[in-house]
């Protein structure tokens, strides 16, 4: 028997070192070359991947994925060209095609780096790497854990597989004004996906979790029993009636509609007018206990990081204020676009993070009465130009501030302004999987469609 | 066209390996890597693709780009266990790495020794060219700018245009221990326009686009700029007057061509291979059955040619097929892989796709299609008093479990006592795949397929598709509008 670690040879700070010469290698190549500005992106991510079905191994996976990208200015002309090998000849074949392509686009007063003023100078570690040294044999037992003990609830008929993804990387950023940042960063997760059957038809359903350090996951077995429960439950649907009714938004549905405000804020979003938020700042979208800002250097967090996709210091911001609008989210090109300033937002927000009168879950059913509560979305009927929100959904009825019996096979319906403006409540049940963390949404009322 | 696959694999081989010091004949030694003792398959996929996009904003082009990806992924199964590795090195050093850490998953069995290579013998389904060269870097500027121009000229309304013009060029070879031998050029081609309206302080959104397997030239002699151009004008100002869409269940007309979304959500992913094998799709165990009503007749067509989804041979180098899923009503047939082909006892049928060499193959769609029938699309409008007309759709998703499916319209329209009235706002609608299908009760002759805009994702991974139908009538839909 041959022994089979799972990772293969990666050293994370050689690879760090590499890319960073390779950036500096770009960079000085262009300005030889002719640019009179230029930047670079340069990335490695290596992961393995083992999935479980049935109670033997299904797939076992390795990825190592590798990319860089450059930009070039010509005076106010641009041209960008990227590769997944980052060898030296493929750095220069990169280089002269940005540069050819610069030849042919036409000028742009907006375009170029960010100021060299506001260039990151705080670069502090942010606790975000944490590699998982485990061998493939170990992984597969993890996933034949979690997977068994869903399998293992009674009612459960089958399973879809359980899988656990392990990886880290090391991203690097560099421009003409001597910036260069680079971040080494780890990610784990475990998933499982469980059918159960009655005379109705088949449900499945799963649950995850996923953290930077692999300490934080949570038990392979509790996430094997709570995707048995959330398959479970969902026997016996019925469909609702069409009418107007509120609706609570599980934690990682409402995660999402705070992605479609942040879509709506963007820069890019806004200077193009496809945003139904064009022209509201300083406007009372929220109720005034509601307020959302970025924390991106939260030490371990999921999206931490000290400069931006511009090299700009990350700092911050504070996105809804007392239910006012009160800043956009901007990179250097989309505040130029706008005579704005940069918030620091190129490649997103990072870390979003609520500040509101957090209730128990009880509660916000108690207070919804009669309506639905929605733990699955589908589809992409969200309209960022209008606001306009139609997406199929699953959930339970709720009578008397209690759950009754599971609901499926319908729509919800509204626009997402009024939606905002009609949050009566968020949870206290926060969901800190992703980079946005809060609890469940109640809306006090959206039209939803049913039999 | 011909079939010349010499040319094809020297060509490709020319390209993919000989950079890296390797040639066709060294393949076998790459093989020999994976087919580790237990080990009962083994494929080497490789792959380079150069693509170029060009970016129209405010009536200049500011944005270009170009990526080059390519590399090796090596493939070792044994029964149902897969092991699976890649790297972006095309030379002797990355086989014997990747092979090695692929053919891990097993430790025992018998040694297996590769078939030795048969040329697979395809129909060329598309022109072996790199589209991107066809035209000038200041031809594909002006083409972008006639877009603009002709969007702004159409309606006061219009105030942003943004146009876009991308092109793929993609060399693959397969090799395989079953005796697989294949190689495929596939170009891929895309032009598309959307634009902002606003009036009377609404603002709305129209776009149109599409393409093919063809050189970027074809886009141009097409007047492709001009057309998508006049439609995503036209759309975003039916879209400017609609009136909130109606929420409950109705009768529901879908037009022809793209709203062949429908059949891509609501059946063809429940027909693939791997859920059936698994018994987790909606449709598991029901070949030979009832699915839809009498004169439903589906099919997946990977032979079409120049179109967005077809394959001259998919990523095993199994030859691209016309494969009927659902005929007249009864479900005759899965989209398979060779992986579950062989363990569901069944014949591989050409639908193994990856996103790259990056990916695992699994079996996709190609070009999904319902035939035409009988009815007269205008008797199918009339025969509705109350429901909807919709034309144009955003994006699908299914739970191939439940068989709950969700579509999402873009354009669509009220029908009242058998006419087409007034446009409605975007809505969601959604069904059950098995028992939509049987509540198809007219099916029009105009069958149309899509411009060719369409890529499936599925586990993550994103492939070009088509989709297509004639103007159909579904009984009864569930329409998640905000009117009840």
Same mark, same amino acid.
Not at chain 2, 361 to 374: D, E, F, V
């Given at each position: 028997?041959?022994?089979?670690?799972?990772?293969?040879?990666?050293?994370?700070?050689?690879?760090?070192?590499?890319?960073?010469?390779?950036?500096?290698?770009?960079?000085?190549?262009?300005?030889?070359?002719?640019?009179?500005?230029?930047?670079?992106?340069?990335?490695?991510?290596?992961?393995?991947?083992?999935s479980?079905?049935?109670?033997?191994?299904?797939?076992?996976?390795?990825?190592?994925d590798?990319?860089?990208?450059?930009?070039?200015?010509?005076?106010?002309?641009?041209?960008?060209?990227?590769?997944?090998?980052?060898?030296?000849?493929?750095?220069?074949?990169?280089?002269?095609?940005?540069?050819?392509?610069?030849?042919?686009?036409?000028e742009?007063?907006?375009?170029?780096?960010?100021?060299?003023?506001?260039?990151?100078?705080?670069?502090?570690?942010?606790?975000?790497?944490?590699?998982?040294?485990?061998?493939?044999?170990?992984?597969?037992?993890?996933?034949?854990?979690?997977e068994?003990?869903?399998?293992?609830?009674?009612?459960?008929?089958?399973?879809?597989?359980?899988?656990?993804?392990?990886?880290e990387g090391?991203?690097?950023?560099?421009?003409?004004?001597?910036?260069?940042?680079?971040?080494?960063?780890?990610?784990?997760?475990?998933?499982?996906?469980?059918?159960?059957?009655?005379e109705?038809?088949?449900?499945?359903?799963?649950d995850y979790?996923?953290?930077?350090?692999?300490r934080?996951?949570?038990?392979?077995?509790?996430?094997?029993r709570?995707?048995?429960?959330?398959?479970?439950?969902?026997?016996?649907?019925?469909?609702?009636?069409?009418?107007?009714?509120?609706?609570?938004?599980?934690?990682?549905?409402?995660?999402?509609?705070?992605?479609?405000?942040?879509?709506?804020?963007?820069?890019?979003s806004?200077?193009?007018q496809?945003?139904?938020?064009?022209?509201r700042? #300083?406007?009372?979208?929220?109720?005034?206990?509601?307020?959302?800002?970025?924390?991106?250097?939260?030490?371990?967090?999921?999206?931490?990081?000290?400069?931006?996709?511009?090299?700009?210091?990350?700092?911050?911001?504070?996105?809804?204020?007392?239910?006012?609008?009160?800043?956009?989210?901007?990179?250097?090109?989309?505040?130029?676009?706008?005579?704005?300033a940069?918030?620091?937002?190129?490649?997103?927000?990072?870390?979003? %993070?609520?500040?509101?009168?957090?209730?128990? %879950?009880d509660?916000?059913?108690?207070?919804?009465?009669?309506?639905?509560?929605?733990?699955?979305?589908?589809?992409?009927?969200?309209?960022g130009?209008?606001?306009d929100?139609s997406?199929?959904?699953? #959930?339970?009825?709720?009578?008397?501030?209690?759950?009754?019996?599971?609901?499926?096979e319908?729509t919800?319906?509204s626009?997402?302004?009024?939606?905002?403006?009609?949050?009566?409540?968020?949870?206290?049940?926060?969901?800190?999987?992703?980079?946005?963390?809060?609890?469940?949404?109640?809306?006090?009322?959206?039209?939803?469609?049913?039999? | 066209?011909?079939?010349?696959?010499?040319?094809?694999?020297?060509?490709?081989?020319?390209?993919?390996?000989?950079?890296?010091?390797?040639?066709?004949?060294?393949?076998?030694?790459g093989?020999?890597?994976?087919?580790?003792?237990g080990?009962?398959?083994?494929?080497?996929?490789?792959?380079?693709?150069?693509?170029?996009?060009?970016?129209?904003?405010?009536?200049?082009?500011?944005e270009?780009?170009?990526?080059?990806?390519?590399?090796?992924?090596?493939?070792?199964?044994?029964?149902?266990?897969?092991?699976?590795?890649?790297?972006?090195?095309?030379?002797?050093?990355?086989?014997?790495?990747?092979?090695?850490t692929?053919?891990?998953?097993?430790?025992s069995?018998?040694?297996?020794?590769?078939a030795?290579?048969?040329?697979?013998?395809?129909?060329?389904r598309?022109?072996?060219i790199?589209?991107?060269?066809?035209?000038?870097?200041?031809?594909?500027? !002006?083409l972008?700018?006639?877009?603009?121009?002709? !969007?702004?000229?159409?309606?006061?309304?219009?105030?942003?245009?943004?146009?876009?013009?991308?092109?793929?060029?993609?060399?693959?070879?397969?090799?395989?221990?079953?005796?697989?031998?294949?190689?495929?050029?596939?170009?891929?081609?895309?032009?598309?326009?959307?634009?902002?309206?606003?009036?009377n302080?609404?603002?709305?959104?129209?776009?149109?686009?599409?393409?093919?397997?063809y050189?970027?030239?074809?886009?141009?002699?097409?007047?492709?700029?001009?057309r998508?151009?006049?439609?995503?004008?036209?759309?975003?100002?039916?879209?400017?007057?609609?009136?909130?869409?109606?929420a409950?269940?109705?009768?529901?007309?879908?037009?022809?061509?793209?709203?062949?979304?429908?059949?891509?959500?609501?059946?063809?992913?429940?027909?693939?291979?791997?859920?059936?094998?698994?018994?987790?799709?909606?449709?598991?165990?029901?070949?030979?059955?009832?699915?839809?009503?009498?004169?439903?007749?589906?099919?997946?067509?990977a032979?079409?040619?120049?179109?967005?989804?077809?394959?001259?041979?998919?990523?095993?180098?199994?030859?691209?097929?016309?494969?009927?899923?659902?005929?007249?009503?009864i479900?005759?047939?899965?989209?398979?892989?060779?992986?579950?082909?062989?363990?569901?006892?069944?014949?591989?049928?050409?639908?193994?796709?990856?996103?790259?060499?990056?990916?695992?193959?699994?079996?996709?769609?190609?070009n999904?299609?319902?035939?035409a029938?009988?009815?007269?699309?205008?008797?199918?409008?009339?025969?509705?008093?109350?429901?909807?007309?919709?034309?144009?759709?955003?994006?699908?998703?299914?739970?191939?479990?439940?068989?709950?499916?969700?579509?999402?319209?873009?354009?669509?329209?009220?029908i009242?006592?058998?006419?087409?009235?007034a446009?409605?706002?975007g !809505?969601?609608l959604?069904?059950?795949?098995?028992?939509?299908?049987?509540?198809?009760?007219?099916?029009?002759?105009?069958?149309?397929?899509?411009?060719?805009?369409?890529?499936?994702?599925?586990?993550?991974?994103g492939?070009p598709?088509?989709?297509?139908?004639p103007?159909?009538?579904?009984?009864e839909?569930t329409?998640?509008?905000?009117?009840?």
């Amino acid at each position: 028997m041959r022994e089979n670690r799972m990772t293969q040879a990666f050293d994370a700070i050689a690879q760090q070192q590499l890319l960073e010469s390779r950036a500096q290698q770009a960079l000085s190549l262009a300005r030889r070359l002719g640019a009179d500005a230029c930047e670079v992106g340069a990335s490695v991510d290596q992961g393995v991947g083992v999935s479980v079905r049935e109670g033997d191994v299904e797939t076992v996976e390795l990825s190592r994925d590798q990319g860089i990208a450059v930009t070039v200015y010509v005076g106010a002309r641009k041209g960008s060209a990227s590769s997944t090998d980052a060898g030296e000849d493929s750095i220069r074949a990169v280089v002269e095609k940005a540069l050819a392509i610069a030849r042919h686009t036409g000028e742009d007063a907006a375009s170029g780096l960010a100021d060299a003023e506001l260039m990151a100078t705080h670069l502090p570690d942010l606790d975000v790497h944490h590699p998982w040294d485990l061998s493939t044999e170990q992984a597969i037992e993890i996933a034949l854990a979690c997977e068994s003990a869903g399998r293992g609830v009674a009612g459960i008929r089958s399973s879809d597989g359980a899988s656990l993804s392990s990886g880290e990387g090391v991203r690097v950023y560099a421009n003409s004004h001597g910036f260069l940042g680079s971040q080494r960063g780890s990610r784990h997760s475990l998933s499982c996906m469980l059918i159960a059957e009655d005379e109705g038809g088949m449900q499945r359903d799963y649950d995850y979790t996923s953290a930077r350090h692999p300490r934080d996951l949570l038990a392979p077995e509790s996430i094997g029993r709570s995707a048995a429960e959330r398959t479970l439950r969902r026997l016996g649907a019925r469909r609702p009636v069409t009418g107007r009714l509120p609706v609570l938004f599980d934690p990682s549905l409402a995660s999402g509609l705070i992605g479609h405000l942040m879509s709506a804020i963007a820069g890019g979003s806004l200077y193009r007018q496809s945003s139904f938020l064009c022209d509201r700042l #300083g406007e009372s979208l929220f109720p005034e206990w509601f307020s959302l800002g970025e924390r991106p250097m939260e030490m371990g967090a999921m999206a931490s990081s000290p400069f931006d996709n511009d090299g700009v210091q990350t700092r911050n911001n504070t996105y809804i204020d007392k239910g006012y609008l009160a800043s956009y989210m901007l990179s250097a090109y989309s505040a130029r676009r706008l005579g704005m300033a940069t918030t620091g937002n190129a490649g997103g927000a990072r870390n979003l %993070r609520l500040d509101a009168p957090l209730v128990a %879950r009880d509660e916000l059913l108690e207070k919804m009465g009669r309506g639905v509560l929605v733990t699955e979305l589908m589809g992409q009927g969200v309209n960022g130009v209008t606001g306009d929100y139609s997406r199929g959904a699953a #959930g339970f009825w709720v009578e008397n501030g209690e759950l009754q019996y599971p609901i499926e096979e319908f729509t919800i319906a509204s626009n997402l302004q009024a939606m905002f403006k009609g949050l009566v409540g968020v949870g206290r049940d926060i969901d800190t999987r992703g980079s946005i963390h809060t609890g469940s949404w109640l809306i006090d009322e959206m039209t939803v469609a049913g039999g | 066209m011909t079939t010349r696959p010499h040319a094809m694999l020297d060509a490709a081989a020319e390209i993919l390996l000989r950079p890296g010091g390797l040639d066709l004949e060294s393949l076998d030694a790459g093989l020999g890597h994976v087919l580790t003792p237990g080990v009962d398959y083994a494929d080497l996929y490789f792959q380079r693709s150069w693509h170029e996009s060009w970016v129209l904003e405010d009536g200049e082009v500011k944005e270009a780009g170009y990526n080059i990806d390519g590399g090796v992924g090596v493939r070792a199964m044994s029964g149902e266990k897969t092991g699976f590795a890649y790297s972006n090195q095309i030379t002797a050093d990355a086989l014997a790495e990747t092979g090695r850490t692929a053919s891990g998953i097993v430790r025992s069995g018998t040694s297996l020794t590769g078939a030795p290579p048969v040329i697979t013998r395809a129909t060329v389904r598309y022109d072996a060219i790199d589209p991107l060269s066809g035209l000038s870097a200041e031809e594909k500027v !002006a083409l972008l700018k006639v877009a603009d121009g002709v !969007a702004r000229a159409a309606d006061p309304s219009i105030t942003q245009v943004s146009a876009s013009l991308t092109g793929v060029h993609e060399v693959v070879l397969v090799r395989a221990s079953d005796g697989t031998l294949a190689a495929d050029v596939r170009p891929l081609v895309r032009f598309n326009v959307s634009v902002i309206a606003v009036k009377n302080g609404r603002r709305e959104r129209g776009s149109a686009g599409g393409g093919g397997r063809y050189p970027m030239a074809r886009l141009r002699d097409d007047n492709v700029a001009e057309r998508f151009a006049r439609e995503a004008v036209r759309q975003a100002l039916v879209n400017l007057e609609a009136v909130a869409a109606p929420a409950g269940q109705f009768p529901v007309v879908l037009g022809p061509g793209w709203p062949g979304i429908l059949l891509h959500e609501a059946v063809g992913h429940g027909l693939e291979g791997d859920f059936n094998r698994k018994g987790s799709s909606a449709f598991a165990g029901r070949m030979g059955q009832r699915v839809a009503s009498p004169g439903v007749t589906v099919v997946d067509d990977a032979t079409l040619a120049d179109r967005r989804g077809s394959m001259s041979v998919d990523d095993e180098g199994t030859p691209g097929q016309y494969t009927p899923l659902i005929e007249d009503g009864i479900l005759t047939g899965y989209m398979q892989d060779k992986l579950n082909a062989r363990l569901m006892g069944m014949a591989p049928t050409g639908n193994a796709r990856r996103e790259s060499f990056a990916h695992m193959p699994m079996p996709r769609m190609t070009n999904t299609y319902m035939l035409a029938g009988q009815d007269v699309p205008a008797d199918i409008i009339k025969s509705v008093k109350r429901g909807l007309y919709a034309v144009s759709f955003g994006g699908g998703q299914v739970d191939i479990t439940s068989g709950k499916f969700v579509f999402s319209a873009s354009e669509a329209y009220l029908i009242e006592d058998g006419r087409i009235t007034a446009p409605v706002k975007g !809505a969601t609608l959604i069904g059950n795949g098995p028992e939509a299908m049987g509540r198809v009760s007219m099916v029009g002759h105009d069958l149309e397929l899509d411009t060719g805009i369409g890529v499936c994702g599925k586990e993550g991974q994103g492939v070009p598709v088509g989709v297509g139908q004639p103007t159909l009538k579904l009984d009864e839909l569930t329409v998640g509008g905000t009117q009840s």
